[in-house]
């Protein structure tokens, strides 16, 4: 154990897994942890996620899949960034938020740059602000990137169009529905995109507010979260949490295409199998959901400008197609496809820093 005069913090061996430390600051009511799955291309990206979760072994199990999830994610999107996550363990409506990501700041600069952070559930611009006053190794800020919901969502309307085209042989949506679980940061944006192109929208999430108001700018059907899953639509986008496609889900699906922000969206490896059965058409959760640390890595570590960046987001099109290109050649689901192809990229450990 390394005792600091604010933060006591141990480490776990996990197999696979480079580092997996525990951070607890008593003194501000601080709980959380730091996964570094890869530096094999750079620093271990990948953001914060607030969360109230029922246990430790839980908080422990979702920062793993993250931060396993971010090396292939930024490997896929060609980024000079390894993968990692960081998750705070307790109540994300609290009003003291600045002793608590003041303390997370600390646990991060622990690390001397090896683990970089931003934005992610249950976290905001705001709260990074928090942790620049302690690190400077955090991303996402109200002065250089900013929130990175909005790039999100303009990926996974990238990659929805590269499904479209793959599946209909037209990227154009107008006319399709879209159910959308999850009206948050990006899945607000993300139905904001969807109205701009002329598709039809319904929407849940377990926060009424949230679903009111995507219904009242965007002129959405809403429904409740249970009903979600059965709602017949074209496309199918989820943009709340992780592991909703799965053995009681996958059965009640009325669409043709899965595609949305959410991390981790497979419960478990068979039901991309399981999707593939069901011939729907799966867009792999971290080819779509990249643009966010595009946005941010682009920004702020390789200092591209906006039109530099907007085009390296408008990629994820062309990396979605080629999945599907890849899945239809060798015969295997989309999943294994996106996960052979991030797995080349990983193996090349640098890339240029120029636009």
């Known amino acids: 154990m390394l005792d600091f005069s604010y933060m006591n913090i141990t480490e776990k061996t996990v197999p696979g897994y480079e580092r997996v430390l525990f951070g ?46 971010m090396t292939y994610k930024n490997a896929l999107a060609d980024l000079p960034l390894g993968g990692g996550k960081s998750v705070i363990m307790g109540d994300n409506k609290t009003s ?17 740059g090896r683990y970089m952070t931003g ?49 209909w042989r037209t990227k154009e949506l107008a006319g399709k529905t879209v159910a959308i679980q999850g009206c948050g940061h990006v899945g607000y944006f993300l139905a904001q995109e969807l109205h701009r192109v002329g598709t039809h929208l319904i929407v849940t999430d377990i926060d009424i507010q949230s679903v009111q108001r995507v219904v009242a700018d965007f002129g959405a059907t809403a429904v409740v979260p249970e009903e979600i899953y059965s709602a017949r639509a074209d496309i199918f986008a989820p943009c709340a949490l992780g592991g909703i496609i799965n053995d009681q889900t996958i059965p009640q699906l009325q669409v043709e295409i899965v595609c949305g922000a959410a991390n981790n969206q497979l419960l478990e490896p068979r039901h ?33 400008d906006q039109p530099a960046m907007l085009k390296k987001l408008d990629v994820i099109y062309d990396t979605v197609l080629q999945i599907f290109q890849i899945a239809e050649k060798e015969g295997i689901p989309s999943y294994r496809a996106a996960d052979r192809l991030a797995e080349q990229r990983i193996s090349v450990p640098t890339l240029p820093r120029t636009s």
């Open 24 to 69: 607890e600051d008593k003194t501000v009511g601080y709980r959380g942890i730091i996964v570094m799955h890869s530096t094999a291309r750079g620093p271990a990206g990948g953001g914060t996620r607030f969360w109230n979760y029922g246990n430790d072994a839980e908080a422990l199990e979702d920062a793993l899949r993250l931060a396993r999830g």
């Open 96 to 112: 003291d938020r600045e002793k608590i990501f003041r303390a997370h700041g600390r646990f991060i600069d622990t690390l001397g």
């Open 119 to 167: 934005e992610d559930v249950g976290t905001s611009p705001a709260d990074m602000e928090y942790v620049r006053k302690e690190t400077t190794h955090v991303a996402g800020l109200h002065d250089t990137s900013g929130d990175p919901s909005p790039k999100t969502a303009r990926g996974v309307l990238r990659a929805m169009q590269a499904a479209a085209q793959h599946r």
């Open 272 to 304: 991309g199998d399981m999707l593939e059965q069901r011939d729907i058409l799966y867009a792999p959760d971290y080819a779509a959901n990249a643009g966010g640390i595009i946005n941010g890595c682009c920004l702020e570590i390789l200092g591209w």
